[in-house]
């Protein structure tokens, strides 16, 4: 089973930047996909970016041009760098892990492993 750990989150005002990392543990995570998800207040948990083993990257419609997802498999961690913020992207990040193969990226089922999420605050 693999621990994942995020951190990066605060509070920025829009236009601004935030980088948020997540530190896995227990085993390493590079034959797997990853995935970035968020949930806002009183909202369901929605995917933002994932990378797959090999680096392919995708990325909700909302935050392309603006997030880059990236991974460090010799550190063990992936990392999202989100410019040009806006208020809409406020909520609790989580970093998810696929160690089961499932082969698609986008749904909370298609991880097994979360993160404790941190959270992203831009004000307007």
């Known amino acids: 089973q693999v621990q994942l750990v995020e951190s990066g989150g605060g509070l920025v005002q829009a236009g601004g930047s935030l980088r948020l990392s997540c530190a896995a543990s227990?085993?390493?995570?590079?034959?797997?996909?990853m995935g970035w998800f968020r949930q806002g207040p009183g909202k369901e948990r929605e995917f933002v970016a994932a990378?797959?083993?090999?680096?392919?990257?995708y990325y909700t419609d909302s935050v392309k041009g603006r997030f880059t997802i990236s991974r460090d498999n010799a550190k063990n961690t992936v990392n999202l760098q989100m410019n040009s913020l806006k208020s809409e992207d406020t909520a609790v990040y989580y970093c998810?892990?696929?160690?089961?193969?499932?082969?698609?990226?986008?749904?909370?089922?298609?991880?097994?492993?979360w993160g404790q999420g941190t959270q992203v605050t831009v004000s307007s």
């Open positions: 998810a892990a696929d160690t089961n193969f499932s082969g698609t990226y986008y749904f909370p089922n298609d991880y097994n492993s």
């Open positions: 227990g085993r390493t995570i590079r034959d797997n996909a």
């Open positions: 990378i797959s083993w090999n680096f392919g990257t």
